[in-house]
């Protein structure tokens, strides 16, 4: 027998049980007529009489109790694929999600007891580095980047944009030729500048200082946003700074320039492996709810 309607053995199964095709249906949850046509499609292609039709029910032939136990056999296991699914279904254990520090602890661990109240058997593991933390190796299950990856077994959607901007200390800035007065990557020797190291040369916050120095010596260079940001309001120069970040404390002014234009994509990369994962995407949405959620924050409005 080829294509056996598992439906149908259901609705036999409800019938033998009940004694009744209308009580049976109403076990099913469908019609009287619709359970009756799949019983007797069931024994055309069985070849076999099922059930003994009279006005007082339903009862089994010798031929339907023969099959009973089978029936019954396919229904336990359907059952099991059933809560197989579910239990599949169900967002837990261990995820790893890679990310830079400043996104980390401003953004997503606020955000945390959110993700974590709605799903008690998840734990985040959150890996803060200013480098992209290398997914096909397996050393996190996704992250929210700065850079877009170019290669990889990754699965890859931008979620928004982080503005920057020219921060530097009240103290600096008094010093200035004038306080406020704007910085012109033409005309920006007489300021002193915070710069990012070789390594970070991909950044475009990196990429912009480095015009604004033209060949000149930092005042500093700093491999950590906090580091930029502590060496700004100690007054050692002027760092560019996401708005999010900068324009909140007390301690930094904004002076304004060209680096006003400066913004940098956030991308969210997952291993493609992991894409189906209940646990990785219910982590996936909640790194994009939370950038969705602080779109203007990021963009300094």
């Given amino acids: 027998m080829q294509n056996l309607d598992v439906n149908a053995v259901f609705d036999f199964l409800s019938v033998a049980r009940t004694g009744s095709l209308n009580r049976g249906a109403r076990q099913r949850g469908v019609n009287a007529s619709t359970i009756g046509r799949r019983i007797e499609g069931l024994e055309r292609s069985l070849g076999l009489r099922l059930f003994q039709r009279a006005q ?3 009862a089994l032939t010798d031929e339907g109790r023969g099959l009973l136990e089978a029936a019954e056999r396919i229904e ?18 261990r995820v790893r999600l890679a ?11 606020p ?4 993700l974590l109240a709605r799903h008690g058997e998840l734990t985040v593991e959150i890996a803060t580095d200013i480098r992209s933390t290398n997914l096909n190796r397996r050393e996190a299950d996704l992250a929210l980047r700065l850079m877009r990856p170019r ?3 990754v699965t890859v959607k931008r979620l928004g944009v982080m503005r920057y901007g020219l921060f530097g200390s009240v103290g600096y ?26 390594d970070y040369a991909d950044l475009p916050a990196a990429a912009w200082i480095d015009r ?18 502590a060496a700004a309001k100690a007054g050692l120069g002027l760092a560019a700074l996401p708005v999010f970040l900068a324009a909140g ?53």
């Avoid at 336990?76 to 254990?93: E, I």
């Avoid at 990310?99 to 661990?109: C, D, F, G, Y």
């Avoid at 955000?111 to 959110?114: C, G, H, I, S, Y």
């Fill in 111 to 114: 955000a945390l007891p959110d």
């Fill in 249 to 301: 404390d007390p301690s930094l002014r904004h002076v304004p320039s060209e680096a006003d234009a400066m913004t940098q994509d956030l991308w969210l990369v997952i291993h493609s492996d992991l894409v189906a994962s209940a646990r990785v995407r219910a982590v996936a949405d909640f790194v994009e709810e939370v950038v969705a959620r602080n779109h203007a924050r990021l963009m300094g409005r």
């Fill in 76 to 93: 336990a296991a359907a059952l099991d694929f059933d809560l197989g699914a579910k239990s599949a279904a169900v967002v837990r254990g």
């Fill in 151 to 153: 290669h990889g077994n």
């Fill in 212 to 229: 604004a120095l033209s060949g000149r010596q930092p005042a500093v260079i700093v491999t950590s946003l906090q580091g930029h940001i």
């Fill in 99 to 109: 990310t830079a520090e400043n996104l980390a602890t401003a953004l997503l661990i």
């Fill in 56 to 58: 007082t029910g339903y």
């Fill in 173 to 198: 800035c008094e010093r200035r030729a004038g306080d406020g007065q704007s910085v012109d990557l033409g005309r920006a020797e007489q300021d002193s500048f915070i710069a990012w190291a070789e």
